[in-house]
């Protein structure tokens, strides 16, 4: 049985809105762990949540590559906002 395989037969298991609720208390135990900066709870959590969120995208069927190319566009986003506040920090100058 193939990593998928086992979070869809968990996410049968457990129901779609118990992991929607579970990612949601993942997602705040990763905070907590970011913010005391505990590298070791931090890899616990993101694994928690990395799993949850693979049973998200069986649920909506999302693919990795819908969400790279996402990842992509807002990196690219952020990227443009820096060169336009450095751009405007410039001609103050």
Known sequence: MNRNEKL???????GTATQI????????EAIQAVAK???EKIIEEFADLENLKAQIQIM???????IRDM?????TRQLDRIK???DGRNEKR
């Open 8 to 14: 869809l037969k968990i996410l049968k298991y457990k």
């Open 21 to 28: 609720l579970k990612f949601c208390e993942e997602a705040a």
């Open 37 to 39: 900066a505990d590298r």
């Open 60 to 66: 909506y069927t999302i693919t990795s590559k819908e």
């Open 71 to 75: 990842q992509d566009k807002k990196i």
């Open 84 to 86: 336009k506040e450095k």
